[in-house]
Protein backbone atom coordinates (compact mmCIF):
# COMPACT_ATOMS: atom_id res chain seq x y z
CA UNK A 1 0.00 0.00 0.00
CA UNK A 2 2.60 2.77 1.41
CA UNK A 3 5.15 1.80 -1.38
CA UNK A 4 2.30 1.52 -3.96
CA UNK A 5 1.43 5.01 -2.97
CA UNK A 6 5.22 5.90 -2.74
CA UNK A 7 5.81 4.87 -6.10
CA UNK A 8 3.05 6.86 -7.73
CA UNK A 9 3.96 9.88 -5.89
CA UNK A 10 7.54 9.63 -7.20
CA UNK A 11 6.20 9.31 -10.93
CA UNK A 12 3.57 11.82 -10.75
CA UNK A 13 5.72 14.16 -9.13
CA UNK A 14 8.56 14.84 -11.97
CA UNK A 15 7.03 18.35 -13.48
CA UNK A 16 3.77 18.92 -11.51
CA UNK A 17 1.06 21.54 -13.20
CA UNK A 18 2.00 24.53 -12.83
CA UNK A 19 -1.03 26.93 -11.35
CA UNK A 20 -0.15 30.11 -11.42
CA UNK A 21 3.19 33.24 -12.25
CA UNK A 22 4.63 32.63 -8.89
CA UNK A 23 5.07 29.02 -8.81
CA UNK A 24 5.97 28.83 -13.25
CA UNK A 25 8.79 31.12 -12.10
CA UNK A 26 9.73 28.51 -9.16
CA UNK A 27 9.97 26.16 -11.92
CA UNK A 28 11.99 28.56 -13.63
CA UNK A 29 14.75 28.87 -10.95
CA UNK A 30 14.90 24.95 -10.45
CA UNK A 31 15.05 24.79 -13.85
CA UNK A 32 18.20 26.95 -14.06
CA UNK A 33 19.70 25.54 -10.46
CA UNK A 34 19.62 22.05 -12.23
CA UNK A 35 20.30 22.51 -15.34
CA UNK A 36 23.73 25.05 -14.01
CA UNK A 37 24.71 21.48 -12.08
CA UNK A 38 24.27 19.61 -15.27
CA UNK A 39 26.51 22.03 -17.42
CA UNK A 40 29.37 22.57 -14.38
CA UNK A 41 29.59 18.19 -14.04
CA UNK A 42 30.26 17.96 -17.15
CA UNK A 43 32.57 21.08 -17.05
CA UNK A 44 34.39 19.28 -14.16
CA UNK A 45 35.19 16.25 -15.61
CA UNK A 46 36.24 17.47 -19.02
CA UNK A 47 38.94 19.69 -17.33
CA UNK A 48 40.07 16.97 -14.90
CA UNK A 49 40.40 14.79 -18.31
CA UNK A 50 42.13 17.44 -20.32
CA UNK A 51 44.49 17.92 -17.24
CA UNK A 52 45.10 13.77 -17.22
CA UNK A 53 43.47 13.72 -14.11
CA UNK A 54 40.18 11.24 -14.82
CA UNK A 55 39.65 8.26 -16.78
CA UNK A 56 38.93 7.83 -20.35
CA UNK A 57 35.61 5.80 -19.16
CA UNK A 58 34.82 8.24 -16.39
CA UNK A 59 34.27 11.11 -18.17
CA UNK A 60 32.76 10.08 -20.64
CA UNK A 61 30.04 8.71 -18.90
CA UNK A 62 29.82 11.52 -16.51
CA UNK A 63 29.34 13.91 -19.67
CA UNK A 64 27.06 11.52 -21.11
CA UNK A 65 24.83 11.41 -17.56
CA UNK A 66 25.37 15.18 -17.44
CA UNK A 67 23.60 15.31 -21.03
CA UNK A 68 20.87 12.95 -20.23
CA UNK A 69 20.01 15.01 -17.29
CA UNK A 70 19.86 18.70 -19.13
CA UNK A 71 17.90 16.89 -21.76
CA UNK A 72 15.08 16.01 -19.17
CA UNK A 73 15.51 19.02 -17.42
CA UNK A 74 14.78 21.07 -20.31
CA UNK A 75 11.87 18.87 -21.20
CA UNK A 76 10.86 19.76 -18.56
CA UNK A 77 10.64 23.29 -18.65
CA UNK A 78 9.63 23.50 -22.52
CA UNK A 79 6.40 21.34 -21.22
CA UNK A 80 5.28 23.60 -18.63
CA UNK A 81 2.48 26.19 -20.12
CA UNK A 82 3.33 29.67 -19.07
CA UNK A 83 0.47 30.96 -17.31
CA UNK A 84 0.17 34.39 -18.35
CA UNK A 85 2.17 36.97 -20.95
CA UNK A 86 4.59 37.47 -18.39
CA UNK A 87 6.02 33.72 -17.66
CA UNK A 88 5.78 33.49 -21.79
CA UNK A 89 8.38 36.38 -21.89
CA UNK A 90 10.06 34.83 -19.42
CA UNK A 91 9.71 31.38 -20.95
CA UNK A 92 10.86 33.31 -24.58
CA UNK A 93 14.15 34.73 -22.54
CA UNK A 94 14.83 31.34 -20.45
CA UNK A 95 14.55 29.13 -23.33
CA UNK A 96 17.50 30.47 -25.57
CA UNK A 97 20.13 29.74 -22.51
CA UNK A 98 18.15 26.11 -21.84
CA UNK A 99 18.91 25.69 -25.51
CA UNK A 100 22.17 26.87 -25.26
CA UNK A 101 23.00 24.69 -22.73
CA UNK A 102 21.63 21.56 -23.67
CA UNK A 103 23.24 22.06 -26.94
CA UNK A 104 26.75 22.43 -25.62
CA UNK A 105 26.36 19.46 -23.74
CA UNK A 106 25.64 17.40 -26.87
CA UNK A 107 28.72 18.77 -28.44
CA UNK A 108 30.48 18.36 -25.69
CA UNK A 109 30.30 14.65 -25.52
CA UNK A 110 30.11 14.22 -28.95
CA UNK A 111 33.64 15.68 -29.48
CA UNK A 112 34.68 13.84 -26.29
CA UNK A 113 33.80 10.43 -28.27
CA UNK A 114 35.98 11.43 -31.29
CA UNK A 115 39.01 13.02 -29.29
CA UNK A 116 38.52 15.99 -31.04
CA UNK A 117 40.46 18.35 -28.76
CA UNK A 118 39.88 21.55 -30.57
CA UNK A 119 35.84 20.99 -30.50
CA UNK A 120 35.91 19.63 -26.79
CA UNK A 121 37.33 23.47 -26.09
CA UNK A 122 34.67 25.32 -27.82
CA UNK A 123 32.18 22.86 -25.92
CA UNK A 124 34.12 23.74 -22.93
CA UNK A 125 33.66 27.98 -23.54
CA UNK A 126 30.41 27.71 -24.72
CA UNK A 127 29.50 25.50 -21.29
CA UNK A 128 31.40 28.12 -19.36
CA UNK A 129 29.01 30.88 -21.08
CA UNK A 130 25.90 29.00 -20.79
CA UNK A 131 26.51 28.59 -16.95
CA UNK A 132 27.35 32.21 -16.20
CA UNK A 133 24.04 32.82 -18.21
CA UNK A 134 22.53 30.26 -15.65
CA UNK A 135 23.89 31.28 -12.46
CA UNK A 136 22.65 35.08 -13.80
CA UNK A 137 19.41 34.11 -13.89
CA UNK A 138 19.31 32.20 -10.68
CA UNK A 139 20.02 35.67 -9.70
CA UNK A 140 17.58 37.41 -11.08
CA UNK A 141 15.37 34.81 -10.35
CA UNK A 142 15.68 34.44 -6.10
CA UNK B 1 47.18 -9.24 13.80
CA UNK B 2 44.51 -11.61 14.71
CA UNK B 3 42.45 -9.36 17.32
CA UNK B 4 42.55 -6.79 14.30
CA UNK B 5 40.93 -9.19 12.13
CA UNK B 6 38.39 -9.71 14.87
CA UNK B 7 37.26 -6.67 14.32
CA UNK B 8 36.14 -7.11 10.77
CA UNK B 9 32.52 -8.43 10.99
CA UNK B 10 32.15 -4.67 12.67
CA UNK B 11 34.26 -2.97 9.43
CA UNK B 12 32.31 -4.84 7.36
CA UNK B 13 28.96 -4.33 8.65
CA UNK B 14 30.18 -0.97 8.65
CA UNK B 15 31.56 -0.74 5.05
CA UNK B 16 28.68 -2.04 3.73
CA UNK B 17 25.70 -1.17 5.69
CA UNK B 18 26.79 2.61 6.37
CA UNK B 19 28.76 3.27 3.25
CA UNK B 20 26.34 1.65 0.68
CA UNK B 21 24.78 2.80 -2.51
CA UNK B 22 22.30 4.91 -0.05
CA UNK B 23 24.75 6.49 2.12
CA UNK B 24 27.19 7.21 -1.06
CA UNK B 25 24.17 9.06 -2.35
CA UNK B 26 22.14 10.64 0.14
CA UNK B 27 26.00 11.62 1.85
CA UNK B 28 26.86 13.11 -1.78
CA UNK B 29 23.78 15.18 -2.36
CA UNK B 30 23.86 16.54 1.40
CA UNK B 31 27.34 17.83 1.23
CA UNK B 32 27.02 19.56 -2.52
CA UNK B 33 23.59 21.24 -1.15
CA UNK B 34 24.00 21.84 2.33
CA UNK B 35 27.40 21.32 3.50
CA UNK B 36 28.18 19.90 6.77
CA UNK B 37 24.93 21.08 8.15
CA UNK B 38 23.38 17.47 8.11
CA UNK B 39 26.56 15.91 9.91
CA UNK B 40 24.19 15.69 13.01
CA UNK B 41 21.95 13.37 11.30
CA UNK B 42 24.97 10.81 10.62
CA UNK B 43 26.26 11.33 14.19
CA UNK B 44 23.08 10.63 15.28
CA UNK B 45 22.07 7.63 13.31
CA UNK B 46 25.68 6.59 14.12
CA UNK B 47 25.10 6.69 18.00
CA UNK B 48 21.83 4.76 17.45
CA UNK B 49 23.61 2.07 14.98
CA UNK B 50 26.33 1.73 17.94
CA UNK B 51 23.82 1.28 20.91
CA UNK B 52 21.56 -0.87 19.08
CA UNK B 53 24.23 -2.88 17.40
CA UNK B 54 25.63 -3.47 21.13
CA UNK B 55 22.53 -4.52 22.23
CA UNK B 56 21.67 -6.93 19.55
CA UNK B 57 25.54 -8.45 19.60
CA UNK B 58 24.76 -8.78 23.49
CA UNK B 59 21.77 -10.42 22.85
CA UNK B 60 23.68 -13.04 20.43
CA UNK B 61 26.87 -13.64 22.65
CA UNK B 62 25.02 -14.39 25.82
CA UNK B 63 21.95 -15.87 24.78
CA UNK B 64 23.53 -17.77 21.80
CA UNK B 65 21.33 -17.34 19.30
CA UNK B 66 20.91 -14.31 16.64
CA UNK B 67 17.91 -11.44 18.17
CA UNK B 68 15.28 -12.13 15.84
CA UNK B 69 15.19 -15.15 16.60
CA UNK B 70 14.41 -14.78 20.58
CA UNK B 71 11.92 -11.24 19.06
CA UNK B 72 9.56 -14.02 17.89
CA UNK B 73 9.77 -16.21 20.90
CA UNK B 74 9.66 -13.18 23.32
CA UNK B 75 6.80 -11.44 21.43
CA UNK B 76 4.92 -14.07 19.95
CA UNK B 77 4.59 -15.14 16.37
CA UNK B 78 2.17 -12.36 15.49
CA UNK B 79 3.65 -9.36 16.61
CA UNK B 80 6.84 -10.46 14.82
CA UNK B 81 5.25 -11.36 11.86
CA UNK B 82 5.21 -7.59 11.48
CA UNK B 83 8.72 -6.93 12.07
CA UNK B 84 10.24 -10.17 9.74
CA UNK B 85 7.86 -8.99 6.60
CA UNK B 86 8.63 -5.60 6.75
CA UNK B 87 12.31 -6.67 6.75
CA UNK B 88 11.95 -8.68 4.24
CA UNK B 89 10.45 -6.24 1.94
CA UNK B 90 13.15 -3.96 2.56
CA UNK B 91 15.85 -6.14 2.34
CA UNK B 92 14.57 -6.99 -1.44
CA UNK B 93 14.56 -3.17 -2.13
CA UNK B 94 17.79 -2.72 -0.41
CA UNK B 95 19.49 -5.62 -2.23
CA UNK B 96 17.66 -4.02 -5.56
CA UNK B 97 19.62 -0.96 -4.72
CA UNK B 98 23.24 -2.40 -4.06
CA UNK B 99 23.00 -4.76 -6.94
CA UNK B 100 21.80 -2.06 -9.49
CA UNK B 101 24.54 0.57 -7.47
CA UNK B 102 27.36 -1.90 -8.69
CA UNK B 103 26.74 -2.42 -11.57
CA UNK B 104 26.37 1.45 -12.39
CA UNK B 105 29.68 2.04 -10.83
CA UNK B 106 31.00 -0.96 -13.45
CA UNK B 107 29.37 1.38 -16.08
CA UNK B 108 31.26 4.69 -14.81
CA UNK B 109 34.63 1.84 -14.80
CA UNK B 110 34.06 0.26 -18.30
CA UNK B 111 31.24 1.99 -20.18
CA UNK B 112 29.35 -1.22 -20.65
CA UNK B 113 25.65 -0.39 -19.86
CA UNK B 114 24.43 -1.36 -15.92
CA UNK B 115 21.60 -3.50 -17.19
CA UNK B 116 24.14 -5.96 -18.83
CA UNK B 117 26.13 -5.86 -15.58
CA UNK B 118 22.90 -6.46 -13.59
CA UNK B 119 22.61 -10.37 -13.96
CA UNK B 120 27.11 -10.96 -13.80
CA UNK B 121 26.80 -8.86 -10.48
CA UNK B 122 23.82 -10.57 -8.80
CA UNK B 123 25.24 -14.04 -9.83
CA UNK B 124 28.45 -13.02 -8.23
CA UNK B 125 26.69 -11.90 -5.44
CA UNK B 126 24.65 -15.14 -4.76
CA UNK B 127 27.95 -17.08 -5.27
CA UNK B 128 29.35 -14.92 -2.62
CA UNK B 129 26.83 -15.96 -0.17
CA UNK B 130 26.08 -19.44 -0.92
CA UNK B 131 29.80 -20.60 -1.67
CA UNK B 132 32.46 -18.23 0.68
CA UNK B 133 33.17 -18.77 4.19
CA UNK B 134 31.87 -16.43 6.85
CA UNK B 135 34.63 -15.51 7.97
CA UNK B 136 36.29 -15.07 4.55
CA UNK B 137 33.93 -13.34 3.37
CA UNK B 138 33.99 -10.79 6.30
CA UNK B 139 37.63 -10.36 6.36
CA UNK B 140 38.16 -10.08 2.31
CA UNK B 141 35.03 -7.57 1.89
CA UNK B 142 35.82 -5.34 5.32
CA UNK B 143 39.20 -5.13 4.48
CA UNK B 144 38.83 -4.50 0.89
CA UNK B 145 36.44 -1.73 1.92
CA UNK B 146 38.99 0.46 3.52
CA UNK B 147 40.23 1.63 0.78
CA UNK B 148 36.96 4.05 1.30
CA UNK B 149 39.58 6.12 3.53
CA UNK B 150 40.72 7.66 0.12
CA UNK B 151 38.08 9.73 0.59
CA UNK B 152 38.89 11.26 4.08
CA UNK B 153 42.53 11.62 3.36
CA UNK B 154 41.34 13.84 -0.06
CA UNK B 155 39.73 16.08 2.62
CA UNK B 156 43.69 16.80 3.86
CA UNK B 157 44.53 17.41 0.14
CA UNK B 158 42.03 19.16 -0.86
CA UNK B 159 41.55 22.79 -0.27
CA UNK B 160 39.45 22.56 2.80
CA UNK B 161 38.48 24.86 4.83
CA UNK B 162 38.21 23.49 8.24
CA UNK B 163 37.06 25.97 10.29
CA UNK B 164 34.18 26.37 8.18
CA UNK B 165 33.33 22.63 8.18
CA UNK B 166 33.70 23.01 11.61
CA UNK B 167 31.49 25.76 12.08
CA UNK B 168 28.82 24.02 9.56
CA UNK B 169 28.85 20.98 11.69
CA UNK B 170 28.22 22.40 15.02
CA UNK B 171 25.64 25.45 14.29
CA UNK B 172 23.24 23.17 11.53
CA UNK B 173 21.16 25.53 10.48
CA UNK B 174 19.72 25.84 7.08
CA UNK B 175 21.47 27.50 4.33
CA UNK B 176 19.25 30.62 3.20
CA UNK B 177 18.68 29.56 -0.37
CA UNK B 178 17.12 26.11 0.98
CA UNK B 179 13.83 25.04 1.48
CA UNK B 180 13.14 23.56 5.39
CA UNK B 181 10.97 20.46 4.22
CA UNK B 182 13.82 19.45 1.58
CA UNK B 183 16.79 20.11 4.65
CA UNK B 184 14.93 17.86 6.95
CA UNK B 185 13.85 15.39 4.05
CA UNK B 186 17.91 14.58 3.40
CA UNK B 187 18.23 14.64 7.47
CA UNK B 188 15.84 11.72 7.93
CA UNK B 189 17.21 9.93 4.61
CA UNK B 190 20.62 9.97 5.99
CA UNK B 191 19.59 9.15 9.79
CA UNK B 192 17.89 6.31 7.38
CA UNK B 193 20.74 5.46 5.34
CA UNK B 194 22.54 4.85 8.47
CA UNK B 195 19.79 2.19 10.58
CA UNK B 196 18.84 0.25 7.52
CA UNK B 197 17.40 -2.64 9.03
CA UNK B 198 19.76 -5.47 7.62
CA UNK B 199 22.45 -4.11 9.31
CA UNK B 200 21.46 -5.26 12.68
CA UNK B 201 19.88 -8.19 11.42
CA UNK B 202 23.73 -8.88 9.92
CA UNK B 203 25.24 -8.10 12.58
CA UNK B 204 23.86 -10.22 15.15
CA UNK B 205 23.50 -13.52 13.02
CA UNK B 206 27.20 -12.85 12.15
CA UNK B 207 27.48 -12.89 15.61
CA UNK B 208 26.32 -16.64 15.97
CA UNK B 209 28.21 -17.53 12.55
CA UNK B 210 31.48 -16.55 14.53
CA UNK B 211 29.66 -18.49 17.79
CA UNK B 212 30.27 -15.35 20.15
CA UNK B 213 29.80 -16.69 23.39
CA UNK B 214 29.80 -14.37 26.78
CA UNK B 215 33.97 -14.21 26.46
CA UNK B 216 33.43 -12.23 23.41
CA UNK B 217 31.31 -9.52 24.45
CA UNK B 218 34.70 -7.20 24.49
CA UNK B 219 35.29 -8.30 20.69
CA UNK B 220 31.79 -7.73 19.90
CA UNK B 221 31.69 -4.08 21.60
CA UNK B 222 35.09 -2.78 19.96
CA UNK B 223 33.01 -4.17 17.01
CA UNK B 224 30.42 -1.93 17.46
CA UNK B 225 32.00 0.80 19.24
CA UNK B 226 35.01 1.30 16.45
CA UNK B 227 33.22 -0.41 13.51
CA UNK B 228 30.20 1.84 13.47
CA UNK B 229 31.59 4.57 14.03
CA UNK B 230 34.23 4.16 11.41
CA UNK B 231 31.55 3.86 8.89
CA UNK B 232 29.87 7.38 9.69
CA UNK B 233 33.50 8.58 10.04
CA UNK B 234 33.34 7.40 6.30
CA UNK B 235 30.14 8.87 5.64
CA UNK B 236 30.89 11.79 6.87
CA UNK B 237 34.34 11.90 4.95
CA UNK B 238 31.70 11.69 1.82
CA UNK B 239 29.75 14.31 2.72
CA UNK B 240 32.25 16.46 3.80
CA UNK B 241 34.75 16.12 0.24
CA UNK B 242 31.77 17.48 -1.46
CA UNK B 243 31.57 21.05 -0.03
CA UNK B 244 35.27 22.59 -1.12
CA UNK B 245 34.68 20.71 -4.96
CA UNK B 246 31.04 20.25 -5.70
CA UNK B 247 29.26 23.26 -3.57
CA UNK B 248 31.07 26.06 -5.04
CA UNK B 249 30.21 25.26 -8.69
CA UNK B 250 26.50 24.43 -7.62
CA UNK B 251 27.10 20.71 -8.16
CA UNK B 252 23.63 18.55 -6.80
CA UNK B 253 24.67 15.01 -7.23
CA UNK B 254 22.08 12.84 -9.03
CA UNK B 255 25.20 10.12 -10.43
CA UNK B 256 26.84 8.10 -8.37
CA UNK B 257 30.13 9.07 -10.60
CA UNK B 258 29.59 12.87 -9.08
CA UNK B 259 30.23 11.83 -5.96
CA UNK B 260 33.50 10.12 -6.78
CA UNK B 261 34.82 13.79 -8.30
CA UNK B 262 36.24 15.34 -5.45
CA UNK B 263 38.97 12.37 -5.39
CA UNK B 264 39.95 12.65 -8.99
CA UNK B 265 40.74 16.75 -8.22
CA UNK B 266 42.68 15.06 -5.03
CA UNK B 267 44.49 12.27 -6.49
CA UNK B 268 43.61 12.07 -10.04
CA UNK B 269 43.21 9.02 -12.14
CA UNK B 270 44.31 6.79 -9.41
CA UNK B 271 42.73 8.18 -6.52
CA UNK B 272 39.47 8.06 -9.10
CA UNK B 273 40.06 4.50 -9.51
CA UNK B 274 40.54 3.97 -5.56
CA UNK B 275 37.65 5.44 -5.18
CA UNK B 276 35.10 3.64 -7.46
CA UNK B 277 36.69 0.50 -6.11
CA UNK B 278 35.70 1.26 -2.76
CA UNK B 279 32.31 2.08 -4.40
CA UNK B 280 32.71 -0.96 -5.64
CA UNK B 281 33.17 -3.33 -3.01
CA UNK B 282 30.79 -1.47 -0.20
CA UNK B 283 27.71 -2.08 -2.69
CA UNK B 284 28.68 -5.41 -3.49
CA UNK B 285 29.53 -6.17 0.44
CA UNK B 286 25.83 -4.76 1.01
CA UNK B 287 24.40 -6.55 -1.60
CA UNK B 288 25.56 -10.27 0.01
CA UNK B 289 24.90 -8.68 3.39
CA UNK B 290 21.45 -7.48 2.70
CA UNK B 291 21.42 -11.11 1.02
CA UNK B 292 22.15 -12.85 3.49
CA UNK B 293 20.21 -10.84 6.28
CA UNK B 294 17.10 -11.32 3.93
CA UNK B 295 17.75 -15.36 4.48
CA UNK B 296 18.12 -14.79 8.09
CA UNK B 297 15.40 -13.01 8.97
CA UNK B 298 13.16 -15.80 6.86
CA UNK B 299 14.86 -18.52 8.53
CA UNK B 300 15.51 -17.54 12.35
CA UNK B 301 10.77 -16.44 11.86
CA UNK B 302 10.37 -19.92 10.84
CA UNK B 303 12.89 -21.90 12.95
CA UNK B 304 14.60 -23.26 10.21
CA UNK B 305 18.10 -24.33 10.09
CA UNK B 306 20.29 -20.93 8.77
CA UNK B 307 23.58 -19.83 8.71
CA UNK B 308 26.99 -19.83 6.20
CA UNK B 309 28.35 -22.42 8.70
CA UNK B 310 26.20 -25.17 7.39
CA UNK B 311 26.67 -26.69 4.10
CA UNK B 312 24.00 -26.06 1.80
CA UNK B 313 22.44 -28.62 1.78
CA UNK B 314 22.17 -28.49 5.46
CA UNK B 315 19.89 -25.24 5.02
CA UNK B 316 18.25 -25.19 2.12
CA UNK B 317 15.34 -23.23 2.78
CA UNK B 318 17.81 -20.75 3.97
CA UNK B 319 19.64 -20.61 0.93
CA UNK B 320 16.82 -21.17 -1.25
CA UNK B 321 15.60 -17.01 0.36
CA UNK B 322 18.55 -15.84 -0.45
CA UNK B 323 18.75 -16.89 -4.11
CA UNK B 324 14.86 -15.84 -4.12
CA UNK B 325 16.29 -12.71 -2.50
CA UNK B 326 18.90 -11.80 -5.00
CA UNK B 327 16.60 -12.91 -8.16
CA UNK B 328 13.69 -11.06 -7.11
CA UNK B 329 16.25 -7.89 -6.38
CA UNK B 330 18.28 -8.22 -10.02
CA UNK B 331 14.19 -8.32 -11.49
CA UNK B 332 13.51 -5.24 -10.17
CA UNK B 333 16.67 -3.54 -11.67
CA UNK B 334 16.37 -5.15 -14.87
CA UNK B 335 12.61 -3.41 -15.20
CA UNK B 336 14.70 -0.22 -15.26
CA UNK B 337 13.76 1.52 -12.67
CA UNK B 338 16.78 4.05 -11.92
CA UNK B 339 18.43 2.20 -8.88
CA UNK B 340 19.25 5.48 -7.20
CA UNK B 341 15.48 6.24 -7.48
CA UNK B 342 15.11 2.30 -5.76
CA UNK B 343 17.75 3.70 -3.41
CA UNK B 344 15.84 6.83 -2.35
CA UNK B 345 12.93 4.86 -1.96
CA UNK B 346 14.37 2.00 0.36
CA UNK B 347 15.92 4.31 2.44
CA UNK B 348 12.95 6.53 3.12
CA UNK B 349 11.35 3.31 3.46
CA UNK B 350 13.65 1.70 5.56
CA UNK B 351 13.75 5.22 7.99
CA UNK B 352 9.70 4.88 8.15
CA UNK B 353 10.12 0.75 9.62
CA UNK B 354 13.34 1.92 12.20
CA UNK B 355 11.08 1.43 15.00
CA UNK B 356 9.99 -2.02 13.92
CA UNK B 357 13.15 -2.80 13.42
CA UNK B 358 14.56 -1.59 16.94
CA UNK B 359 12.12 -1.59 19.60
CA UNK B 360 12.25 -5.10 20.06
CA UNK B 361 15.89 -5.62 19.96
CA UNK B 362 15.02 -3.03 23.31
CA UNK B 363 12.41 -5.59 24.41
CA UNK B 364 15.08 -7.84 24.39
CA UNK B 365 17.96 -6.36 25.51
CA UNK B 366 15.82 -6.19 28.88
CA UNK B 367 14.96 -9.67 29.24
CA UNK B 368 16.94 -11.67 32.02
CA UNK B 369 15.55 -14.90 30.67
CA UNK B 370 17.96 -14.44 28.01
CA UNK B 371 20.38 -12.14 29.37
CA UNK B 372 20.68 -13.38 32.95
CA UNK B 373 22.91 -10.22 34.11
CA UNK B 374 24.13 -8.95 31.29
CA UNK B 375 20.71 -6.83 30.65
CA UNK B 376 21.08 -3.34 29.66
CA UNK B 377 21.78 -0.94 32.78
CA UNK B 378 20.42 2.45 33.37
CA UNK B 379 22.81 4.62 30.65
CA UNK B 380 22.57 1.72 28.05
CA UNK B 381 18.50 1.90 28.85
CA UNK B 382 17.81 5.34 28.88
CA UNK B 383 20.12 6.27 25.75
CA UNK B 384 18.24 3.35 23.86
CA UNK B 385 14.98 4.98 25.00
CA UNK B 386 15.89 8.57 24.13
CA UNK B 387 16.98 7.19 20.38
CA UNK B 388 13.79 5.03 19.88
CA UNK B 389 11.72 8.01 20.77
CA UNK B 390 13.65 9.76 18.11
CA UNK B 391 13.44 6.90 15.68
CA UNK B 392 9.42 7.17 16.13
CA UNK B 393 9.29 10.63 15.72
CA UNK B 394 11.64 10.05 12.07
CA UNK B 395 9.27 7.38 11.41
CA UNK B 396 6.46 9.48 11.42
CA UNK B 397 7.38 12.40 9.40
CA UNK B 398 9.45 10.56 6.84
CA UNK B 399 6.58 9.70 4.44
CA UNK B 400 5.03 13.18 4.83
CA UNK B 401 8.26 14.67 4.15
CA UNK B 402 8.91 11.92 0.91
CA UNK B 403 5.37 13.21 -0.68
CA UNK B 404 5.61 17.38 0.31
CA UNK B 405 9.62 17.45 -0.60
CA UNK B 406 8.60 15.01 -3.91
CA UNK B 407 11.31 12.95 -2.65
CA UNK B 408 14.09 16.08 -1.87
CA UNK B 409 13.50 17.84 -5.21
Known amino acids: ?142 | MKKALGLTLGVMTAIGGFVDIGNIVTSGITGARYGMTLAWAVVLGTIAMAVFGEMAGRVAAVAHRPVYHVVRERLGVRASMLNASSSVVLNVLTVAAEIGGTALVLQLATGVPYLLWVPLVAAAAWLVVWRMPFQRMERVLGLLGLSMLVFVVALFWLPTDWAALWDQTIHPAIPAEQAAPTWWFYAISLIGACLVPYQVIFFSSGGREEHWSIKDLREMRLNTFLGFPFGGLLSLALMAVAVPVLRPLGIQVNHVGQAALPVAVAFGGIGLAIALFSFLVATFAAAAESTLSTGYAVAQYFGWSWGKARPPVGAARFQFVCLATVVAAAGTVLTTIDPITITIVSVVLGAAAIPLTYFPVLVVANDRRYLGEHVNGVVTNTLGTVLLVVMVVVALVTVPLLLLTRAGQ
Request: glycine share 8%; net charge negative; hydrophobic share 45%.
Open chain 1, 1 to 142: MVPGALAVALLTGCAGPTLDAGSYRQAALHTTIDLASAVATAELATRLELTGRSLAPVTSEVVSAAEDDGSSIAESFTSRQPPDEDSRALFSQLDDVVTAATDALTALRMALGLGNQAGVRQALDELQRARAALVGWQERLQ
